[in-house]
RNA sequence: CGGGGUGUAGCUCAGUAUGGUUAGAGUACCUGGUUUGGGACCAGGGGGCCGAAGGUUCGAGUCCUUUCACCCCGACCA
C-alpha cells in the first residue's frame, strides 16, 4: 500500500480522555477512533490487526475441529425469558424495540442463542461431541466503559460452546481448548499465562483465565518463576479485604512483594498484573437444562448435553498487544499482528534515486507477498521516522541520503536499531529477516 | 448507579471569578516560496450556531434554569 493513499490519520497529541498507552497509541497512530462511549471505529490500519488476530483464532480452532457459525446479533427476549437471564443480566443487555414493539437485545453473549441451534438438530449420541463458535460483535452496555478497547461497549469477542454426550468428555473438550488457547497466544506473539479462575459454584478446574501480562492489567495474578502454574488471587485470598489490598497496588509495588509460600514444583511465586483475554469454563448443564435441549444417549434415553463455554476477546487482544510491547515513541506490534511488515520509506522524494530504489523494493516486496507500505509522502525524515515509530512497522527500510554511498538502513521498531546494507542486498536481507 | 469534573476550530487548550470591539493561541489543513537524517522555516489563507434548549439583560462564550454528551474515582465485567 501507498501511504500517500491510506487513511492513516496520526496525531501528535493523543485525545486527552486517553490514559493507557494502548488508546493513546492506538487513537495517536489512527487505528481506531471513538465515536461514544465505550464505541469505536476501526480506521484501517485497526481494521487490518483486527481481522489478522481473527485469523489466527479461527485457524487454531478450526485445527482443533470447531465449527465456525455466525448467530444473529440482535435477538427476541423471549429467548433469554427462557433461560431466566432477561432478569439476571439486568442493564448490561441492551435491550431495543422494533416497529411492531417487540422486545430484542442486542447480545451480549450466546449460550441461549447456540443451544437453540443445537436442540433438535442434534439429537443422538453419536453425533457429539460438537463444538461451534462465532466471532462476532458483542454488546454489554457497561456502567463504565474505559481505557479504549479495554472495556468498550460494544467488541468482538469469539465465543465457543461444546456440547457433550458425559463429563468426562466435556473436560476433555476443555482441556484441548486449553491447548488450543495457547498456541493461539503464543502465535500473536504475546506473554501470557493461564490461571485458575474463581469458578464459583463448579468448582474444581471448571474455569481458567488467560491473561496477557502487563503493567496495566486490571486483574492481579499470582505466577511461579518456574513452571506454568498461575492463579488468580481471588481463587488464593480468602478475605475480600486481601483482595482489595492487593488489587489497588501498582506494577511496581506488587513486584516487590514477596510471597512466604513456594510453588508446588518448588518455585518462587511473585504477582503479576494481568489482562484478562481468555476465559474457558465449564457449564455442565446449565442451559441444556433450563432450555430443555436433550439428546439420547445409547439406550435412547434423552439426557441434557453436558456443555462448555471458551470466550476470547478479540477486539481487547489488539490493545492487549500493545499494552505488553510500547514505548514512548508507539506502538510495537509483534510480527503476527503488525498491520504491515515493513515500511519502506523514501527519506527525500525529490531524489529520484532513492524513489527509484523505493519503487523498486516495494514492487520486489509485494511480488514476494510480504505485507509492504511504501511512504511516498513529500514530508520530511524525522516526520516520516516519528510516523513509522507511532504506527510500529516491525521493519523499516530508509532509503535515504546514504544512497550516495550505495546504502540503505534497516530500523528495527522493537530495538531503535539501525543497520547499514548495501542497497543492492536491501531485497535478500530483509527477506532474510522474516 | 453513587461521588466529582469537562463541553469553545479536526486535535490540545486559553478566554468564563467582575457580561461590553469582529472569540483567541498552538497544532493540523490550503496557496506560494525556501528546505530535506529525527514531527522544518517564511509569507498569505480557509475554518466556530462557544454541547443543546429556554430565560435574565440594551447586550451572554461569560449570569440563571433545564437537558444532553463525554471523562475521572468507586461498585460491576471478554
Given amino acids: 500500500m501507498r501511504r500517500s493513499r491510506t487513511f492513516i490519520p496520526t496525531t501528535k497529541e493523543a485525545p486527552s480522555d486517553a490514559t ?9 497512530g489512527g487505528f481506531i477512533n471513538q465515536q461514544g462511549a465505550g464505541l469505536y471505529n476501526y480506521l484501517p490500519l485497526g481494521k487490518i490487526v483486527l481481522e489478522k488476530i481473527r485469523t489466527i483464532v479461527k485457524q487454531e480452532l ?32 441492551l435491550r431495543i424495540q422494533d416497529r411492531h414493539n417487540n422486545d430484542f437485545v442486542l447480545s451480549p453473549t450466546n449460550e441461549e442463542a447456540m443451544v437453540e441451534l443445537v436442540k433438535n438438530r442434534v439429537t443422538s449420541y453419536k453425533d457429539l461431541p460438537l463444538n461451534l463458535y462465532q466471532i462476532n460483535t458483542k454488546f454489554r452496555d457497561e456502567a463504565r466503559p474505559r481505557y479504549g478497547l479495554l472495556r468498550g461497549r460494544e467488541f468482538l469477542m469469539k465465543d465457543g460452546y461444546s456440547f457433550h454426550a458425559s463429563k468426562e468428555d466435556m473436560i476433555r473438550e476443555f482441556n484441548l481448548m486449553e491447548e488450543t488457547y495457547k498456541k493461539i497466544f503464543t502465535r500473536l506473539g504475546l ?16 474455569s481458567k483465565e488467560f491473561h496477557v501480562l502487563a503493567d496495566s492489567g486490571e486483574d492481579t495474578i499470582v505466577v511461579c518463576n518456574s513452571c506454568d502454574y498461575g492463579a488468580n488471587i481471588e481463587t488464593i ?17 506488587l513486584q516487590s512483594k514477596k510471597i512466604d509460600e513456594k510453588c508446588s514444583c518448588g518455585g518462587e511465586l511473585s504477582f503479576k498484573k494481568g489482562i484478562e483475554v481468555g476465559h474457558i469454563f465449564q457449564l455442565g448443564n446449565r442451559y441444556s437444562h433450563s432450555l430443555e ?15 462448555a463455554t471458551f470466550g476470547i476477546g478479540v477486539s481487547r487482544l489488539v490493545a492487549s498487544v500493545i499494552e505488553q510491547n510500547h514505548d514512548e515513541s508507539g506502538c510495537i506490534w509483534t510480527k503476527a499482528t503488525a498491520p504491515y511488515m515493513v515500511n519502506v520509506m523514501i527519506s527525500n522524494i525529490k531524489d529520484e534515486a532513492q524513489v527509484a530504489l523505493g519503487e523498486e523494493l516495494y514492487a520486489k516486496l509485494q511480488d514476494a507477498n510480504v505485507e509492504v507500505m511504501l511512504d511516498d509522502r513529500k514530508d520530511r525524515f524525522g516526520f516520516k521516522m516519528k510516523d513509522a515509530e507511532l504506527i510500529g512497522f516491525p521493519y523499516t527500510i530508509i532509503i535515504g541520503k546514504e544512497l550516495a554511498n550505495e546504502n540503505v538502513q534497516i ?24
Wanted: hydrophobic share 35%.
Fill in 237 to 253: 485470598f480468602a478475605s475480600e479485604e486481601e483482595i482489595d489490598a492487593l488489587n489497588e497496588k501498582s506494577y511496581e509495588e
Fill in 62 to 93: 478450526d485445527k482443533a475441529g470447531c465449527n465456525e457459525v455466525q448467530l444473529s446479533f440482535i435477538t427476541p427476549i423471549s429467548l433469554w425469558d427462557r433461560s431466566g437471564r432477561a432478569d439476571t443480566m439486568g442493564k448490561e443487555m
Fill in 191 to 206: 506473554d501470557f499465562r493461564v490461571v485458575q479462575a474463581d469458578s464459583g459454584a463448579i468448582g474444581g478446574d471448571g
Fill in 411 to 434: 530500523f528495527d521498531r522493537a530495538t531503535k536499531e539501525k543497520t547499514e546494507v548495501n542497497a543492492a542486498n536491501i531485497y535478500e536481507k530483509i527477506m532474510e529477516l522474516m
Fill in 20 to 28: 493507557l498507552p494502548s488508546h493513546q497509541f492506538l487513537v495517536r
Fill in 293 to 307: 435441549a436433550n439428546f439420547n444417549d445409547e439406550n435412547g434415553k434423552p439426557k441434557p448435553f453436558e456443555m
